[in-house]
């Protein structure tokens, strides 16, 4: 005998009956808005907003006098492929100038840093007073850290050929002629930002376990076998992070050439921010500086996509590796 289960009837539940959201704001749902308010301001007045009217800018002709007039990508076209071009000659003088800087100074203000935050990375006395030695540069502005130098390695009263004559060597004109120039801006940078990478680099230090240390000394390492296989490992997201940084900060040199050398010897030291700045305000030619700016960025942006692409493609082969394990 079968028997019937009873069966409920459909109930269709209205929208009246079904809860609804409130939605009204209460001061929990806003208070993280209210956080990044400040920076999203900022944000979009010191960057958005400029970074839009610079592009409006490049695709006009103004000379700040006149009303700007629309020119479209002549601008861009001037700088890429018009030879005649005032432009395509100066921009890209500086553009090599400027990656000239960028290859011989970051890897000194990679190496350099990494191997005095080793040097100094030790609990004994006076740690602390070479650590507050080597960052307080960077504390001083660019002009006058330049200044500093420009006296240093002045040719005929500077300290620079003062002790190198005293070592039998003949004075170095280290402002006027190449490749010295190129060198003097080196060191100057590095003297002046070295500190920053140095305390990044610390910080990184300290992460790295005690136990690793102990473990390599026990296997008998020594110190280039530690530096390779414990220290150069653990520092990987540091010293990423400062190549990005320090790569960005290189492209973007003004300061150093511009008091030290002031683009000379000719043009052989002068940087692209000094070419745009001079295409601004000493032409007035707005639009033409303002293509160039964004070209800039747009090299900035591709390595600095490059670079990261480098740092997530290093981190996703170390994810597989320890998952294969």
């Not at 590095?190 to 990184?204: C, E, K, Q, S, Y």
């Not at 076998?225 to 290189?250: E, K, Q, Y």
């Not at 033409?288 to 090299?299: E, P, R, S």
Request: some cysteine; glycine content about 8%.
């Amino acid at each position: 005998m079968k028997t019937s289960v009873p069966v409920e009837p459909n109930l269709q539940v209205s929208a009246a009956r079904s809860p609804k959201k409130s939605r009204t704001f209460t001061m929990q749902s806003i208070t993280p808005y209210l956080y990044i308010a400040p920076h999203l301001l900022f944000f979009l007045i010191f960057l958005v907003l400029p970074t839009g009217y610079g592009v409006y800018l490049s695709l006009h002709d103004w000379d700040l006098l006149r009303p700007a007039k629309f020119v479209g990508l002549e601008n861009y076209y001037d700088i890429f492929f018009n030879k005649d071009s005032i432009d395509y000659s100066e921009f890209w003088n500086a553009c090599w100038n400027t990656f000239k800087f960028v290859i011989f100074a970051v890897p000194v203000l990679i190496l350099v840093p990494l191997l005095l935050a080793i040097a100094i990375d030790t609990k004994t006395w006076g740690s602390g007073f070479f650590r507050a030695l080597f960052y307080a540069p960077s504390l001083l502005s660019v002009v006058t850290a330049v200044l500093i130098w420009v006296w240093m390695f002045d040719s005929n009263a500077g300290l620079v050929n003062y002790y190198l004559a005293k070592l039998g060597i003949t004075g170095v004109a280290w402002l006027a002629d190449l490749p010295w120039a190129w060198i003097a801006l080196v060191i100057i940078t590095v003297w002046w930002t070295i500190g920053r990478n140095l305390i990044i680099f610390l910080a990184g230090l300290n992460d790295i376990p005690d136990d690793l240390h102990e473990a390599a000394k026990l296997d008998g390492a020594g110190k280039v076998s530690r530096f390779l296989n414990v220290i150069l490992p653990g520092l990987r997201g540091p010293m990423l992070f400062a190549l990005v940084t320090t790569t960005i900060d290189s492209f973007n040199i003004f300061g150093q050439s511009m008091v030290a050398t002031q683009g000379g010897p000719g043009t052989e030291t002068k940087t692209l921010i000094m070419y745009i700045r001079e295409a601004a305000f000493g032409s007035y030619r707005m639009g033409d500086a303002a293509a160039m700016a964004i070209v800039m960025g747009m090299f900035m942006l591709i390595v600095s996509v490059v670079q990261f692409g480098w740092i997530n493609r290093d981190r996703s082969g170390r994810k597989r590796r320890t998952q294969a394990e």
